[in-house]
């Protein structure tokens, strides 16, 4: 006789990037078990690939690949307030030097948003006023940013390999170059041909890339110090 099989409820989700609208369901104990495990290891590279299964597992999508970091991380927040409840308990260090003891603080899920800023981002960027030669930039998506080595993330290789991964086209006054037309070899020698100013302007691009945020205050139990946290990306709602 075959045992009983549990109803799972399923809920609706607008994804972040498009407003699109996305089927869910609560993650199981099977799916827990394996993002419990990769906490416990607090290797970065395990949990983000925890967390990229557990959301090809309870939403109704045929890739992950195309969609932005802040695609993924507000739809496993999501996800984690169906499964497990919308509050979450963390530790917050003190900013104060000589404490720097940890703090428990308590999240609503629905409080965290995605942090945007001031001013519109404009994803094309003009290099050279007089020639009209600019780009065309893209969010960089989970299988961009799966491609790099998180060790690299602050060196220039890392930052040099972030920018070719996330160029979309490349236009002057007469013609426009789709980068997956173009070989690795020939964007990076376009990047290093940009001076130092230029070069800047490409960077600002991904200083305002959004991300999941919190903002918060609280007294520090140690040494009373009132701290003001912003918590930024996803990582930092493990803690």
Known sequence: MALPKMNVPRYQVNLPSTGAVLNMRPYLVKEEKVLMIALESNDP??????????IKS????????????????????????KSVGEEMNIQVKCKEKECESMNPISINIDDISISKPEKEINDTIILDEKQGVGVKMKYPS????????PEKFNSVEGIMDLIIECIDT??????????????????????????????????????????????TEFTCNKCSTVNEVELKGLNSFFS
């Not at 590279?45 to 557990?54: E, F, H, L």
């Not at 309870?58 to 307030?81: G, H, K, P, S, W």
């Not at 013609?175 to 020939?186: G, L, M, Q």
């Open 142 to 149: 989970v299988d961009v940013i799966g491609k790099i080595d």
């Open 45 to 54: 590279v395990q949990i983000t690939a925890a967390v990229r299964d557990v």
């Open 58 to 81: 309870c939403y109704e999508l045929d890739t992950l690949d195309n969609l932005t970091v802040f695609d993924i991380e507000m739809l496993f927040l999501q996800l984690r307030a």
């Open 170 to 215: 490349i236009f002057d006054e007469d013609n426009v170059f789709d980068a997956k037309n173009e070989t690795r070899s020939d964007l990076a020698e376009f990047i290093e041909s940009l001076s130092s100013e230029q070069f800047k302007l490409v960077q600002a691009f991904f200083q305002d890339t959004p991300a999941v945020s919190y903002y």
